[in-house]
């Protein structure tokens, strides 16, 4: 029996999805450990839960200068746990993560036994003190949750001094992946695109964007660099880095469906405007719709979505997520 190539290619990203992979999500959380007197502590053991973590935890050590780096972080929400003879268990629970971070937390541990614990809860730090460049994280949540044409672009252009120089009205730039972000005077032609930080640009030219569209149900975070980017980006504009999903201990799926056409769209030309002008419709919308499906777990996740905007079948979009 002969297969489409549709369901060919959706065994593919399945098998790939199940893949081995190393993750790049660029988040660190960092610091230094000191005893009450503020002598530091080497030989301190830190673990990071989350259940964004396949291996649950990542486990780390402080140096001989007290320092400790928990590095290739996924976005989410950690228990840090650091634990040392002598000294009492100190657990910081809580503790949010974005993409593209380094969050400090410094500990200072008392002495006592093992089976004392400090536990601690907070608001997460939101500066990043280790780095000069001023960055704007959008959460899922937040994607999910601002009206905009659901892609990257889009929700660029709610950011306070972006501008995608052109409007999105009623999510009608959602498949144009030609738009491009500016911020403090930088210029068009030298936005970054990336993926888990590897960038996606072609080299047809500054800026120019891979010729396919990317599914907006595969990204877990977005995060926006405006001003002072590292040496690892060839231009000094906008860099977009957005983050995958990633299978995790726990089971979960989303689903979106849109649809609009022209009786979803208003009339704003009064009749005195359309007897001077000779004009009695503006610009109609035929029908735009979108659908995506996502579902994710232990041994990772497939996202299937499908978009017509105006009439033009733009077809589907299937992902695998690692």
Known sequence: MRLSWKWSLLILLAAVALMPRADFAQSVIAGVVRDTTGAVLPGVTIEAASPVLIEKVRVSTTDNAGAYRLIDLRPGVYTVTFTMAGFNTFVR??????????????????????????????????????????????????????PTGRNFQTAGATLPSVSMGRFDVGGSTAMQTGNTLVAAGSRANDTTEEVDGMGINSSLGSSSNVPVYLNNAVYEEQVYTLIGGGADVQTPGVRINMIPKAGGNEFSGTAVAIFANTDFQAVNISPAEAARQGQTSAARLDKLWDYNAALGGRIGGVVIGRALYEGLDLGAAIAAVP
Do not use: C, H, Y
């Not at 503790?95 to 006592?112: H, I, K, Q």
């Not at 809860?121 to 999910?144: F, H, K, N, Y």
């Open 93 to 146: 629970e809580g503790f949010e993560l974005s993409a593209d971070f380094t969050a400090p937390l410094n500990v200072d541990m008392r002495v006592g036994g093992l089976e004392e614990t400090v536990t601690v809860s907070g608001a997460s730090p939101v500066v990043d003190v280790q780095s000069v460049t001023r960055r704007e994280a959008m959460s899922r949540e937040l994607i999910d949750a601002l």
